[in-house]
């Protein structure tokens, strides 16, 4: 349920050309404790004003001179996406209330006004209204969550292969080449049993962050299980400038780490997969970037590997 603070805290515009009504309207309002009242007596600018301020509530009167309020709701449905039009209509013509309602206004409120049905229907509006963003914000939350690691607040497998399919169509479009890094912790399981896996946790939260700060705005960094990371660059670099990066990822990871008091010391094993050299999708390309950090962890660890050919996709 909506606390009647955050009902109070609602955003409301009254839209009348008749000033005494609009004064009238503010003055209800505010005896009855709302805080965050707009008015205007020009209907042609509630569009860019609803559109600046985002209103809980529009209080629209349908009757105005140059612009009426069935044309102000045409363009309010320009603003909002979803078809939510958050609009009480006021209108003395009877006739006119299945035609706004039709029109998208969520209720109506008849002229002259009757204060106690007013104060009724805002209220009942505003509350419908606020439970409505809050389940936005919500759903909002949860697709956020479906698509990052709980732990790191990183992109997850999910969101990864999104944007790697999005860097290989750039590239491709651009006839530009763009790499994928598999990085793997080494050691990582010895620090879990020494030291807890809450101070695993934090190890992994403190990579998380040393990768974001290395690589650019653009590319992506990815947690796709335990201790594997994906970086995902988004834009061609060239054999030098990809050498370098990989060693400063290397090297980024490798400084040691303040956990519990402690100095922690752990390092990583990389393989890079090169678009199209090594693989033209998403399944190809990161096959063989998985396949190169094998390589480079079978021989020493903390160091990486190019991949030195494609891996077989999984449809040859």
Known sequence: MISTAGLLDASILIVDDQEAEVRLLEQMLSEAGYQRITSTLDPQTVCALHHANNYDLILLDL????????????????????????VLVITAEPDHKLRA???GAKDFISKPFDLLEVKTRIHSMLEVRLLYKKLEDYNHELESLAMHDALTGLPNRRLLIDRLSLAIAHARRNQQTMAVMFLDLDGFKQINDTLGHAAGDALLRMVAD???SVVRQ??????????????????????EGLVR????????????YDIQGASVGITTSVGVGIYPTHGEDVVTLMKSADLALYEAKRTGKNSYRIAAQRAVSAGA
């Open 63 to 86: 009757q105005m001179p140059g612009m009426d309020g069935f044309q102000v709701m045409e363009g309010l449905k320009q603003i909002e996406t979803d078809s939510y039009i958050p």
């Open 101 to 103: 309602l039709q029109a």
């Open 210 to 212: 040393r990768l974001i």
């Open 218 to 239: 653009e590319d992506t960094v990815a947690r796709v299980g335990g201790d594997e990371f994906v970086i995902a660059l988004w834009e061609s670099i060239y054999d």
């Open 245 to 256: 990066l990989v060693a400063k990822v290397v090297q980024a990871v490798s400084q040691p």
